[in-house]
């Protein structure tokens, strides 16, 4: 079955650094993979969508990258704030299939 | 304002008494799932449905049923909640662009003692 391994350790930045998260997944590529934000006590909030065909997707200050030979998304938060902090995470959806296939998540913590 | 809304936000229960975790969404769309959040474990579909009365099972179904008769509502139901079953539980939205973008609601954290 597919695995997908996010960082279970958080991740801890200080403010205006780039935060970068990794997205690694076992087997086939999916059709599309997207990133989502979850505060505590909240559902997960949809941010970003990359597709299989695509390298990047830029919206603001975050930019996802998706290498299919690497098996591997990167989600980048560039001029990171104590606001970003949160847990960020990767989902996948494979082709004819209407399932979400979740990662466990990574927490970030970006200081002041 | 578009959103999913899940009734109740917390609920402490004891084993065997049924209960029912409500769930509406305001967007028209057509799918709807519900999941169980574990640490560790991450976010795992119970049940999925892509219409009106069509419904299937997802990664975790045991023990657990739903029903769509509206297609704004998919309530999630535990005839016989164990304690295993204790976990927080999210019911989604997403419309058949085939991104299958998911729309949360805020979530509902079940005890069962």
């Known amino acids: 079955s597919q695995k997908i391994e996010q960082n279970s350790e958080a991740l801890n930045i200080q403010e205006g650094k780039t935060a970068t998260l990794t997205c690694n997944y076992t087997?086939?590529?999916?059709?599309?993979l997207q990133w989502y934000r979850q505060d505590p006590g909240r559902g997960p909030v949809f941010l970003l969508l990359?597709?299989?065909?695509?390298k990047e997707k830029r919206k603001e200050r975050l930019k996802v990258t998706f290498d299919t030979t690497l098996k591997q998304s990167l989600f980048h938060i560039t001029a990171s704030q104590p606001a970003d902090s949160a847990t960020y995470l990767c989902?996948?959806?494979?082709?004819?299939?209407?399932?979400?296939?979740f990662g466990t998540g990574t927490r970030l913590l970006v200081s002041p | 304002e578009a959103q999913v809304t899940q009734n109740p936000r917390y609920l402490i229960t004891v084993t065997g008494k049924k209960l029912t975790v409500t769930c509406s969404q305001n967007?028209?769309?057509?799918?709807m799932s519900w999941y169980r959040q574990d640490p560790g474990l991450g976010l795992r579909q119970i049940y999925y449905?892509?219409?009106?009365?069509?419904?299937d099972k997802g990664d975790v179904p045991e023990g657990y049923k739903v029903s769509r008769k509206e297609k704004r509502n998919f309530p999630l139901i535990l005839e016989s909640p164990s304690p295993n079953q204790t976990s927080l539980y999210f019911c989604?939205?997403?419309?058949?662009?085939?991104?299958?973008?998911?729309?949360f609601g805020a979530g509902t954290r079940l005890s069962v003692l």
């Open positions: 989604a939205s997403s419309d058949r662009t085939g991104k299958n973008i998911q729309y």
């Open positions: 087997n086939y590529s999916p059709a599309y």
């Open positions: 990359i597709r299989e065909n695509e």
């Open positions: 989902a996948l959806l494979y082709t004819g299939f209407q399932k979400l296939v």
């Open positions: 967007m028209n769309h057509e799918y």
């Open positions: 449905s892509m219409n009106v009365e069509v419904t």
